[in-house]
């Protein structure tokens, strides 16, 4: 029985793989947008840092259409000690594809890229109703929460890459 979830757990991630690719920034819009950004004008998706060399987007699909997408900017916070960092933005998945598994899975690949990149630690700016998902992941909260202007209240969060 346990070799059997094995293959299975192993052939989903593999699965997983194939079903993200790196994308644009601009390529996030249609997710980010309806997301995060529903009241606002499309412009607003735009975030700083998001054309930088050091930026990534990643999109997950599913029957070729983009679900899905995360943004890692490699981004020192001084709340870490750690030396190279990375901070996760514009995670969104489309409601229509909510509650299917599909930003766990963004979350992994994200952890993936960091770790071959030698990074020693992920953070991010979590929105309050998003912090149960985050600690299902393994990542801790870090001080009190805070308001960005126009956006809701947020939380610093963060996993070690040990």
Known sequence: MKLLYLYYVEKTLK????????????????????????????????????????TLHFGLYENKNLAGVISLFEEKNDLFDAEKQFQIRGMAVLKQHQRKGFGEKLIINSEKYCMDQNSNLIWFNARKEAVGFYKKMGYQVKGLPFEIKDVGEHIVMFKKNE
Do not use: Y
């Not at 997983?16 to 997710?31: R, Y």
């Open 15 to 54: 699965k997983m793989i194939q079903n993200i690719k790196k994308i644009t920034a601009l390529e996030t819009f249609p997710v980010r947008h309806p997301v995060l950004r529903a009241e606002k004008p499309i412009e607003s998706c735009h975030f700083d840092g998001d054309i930088l060399e050091t």
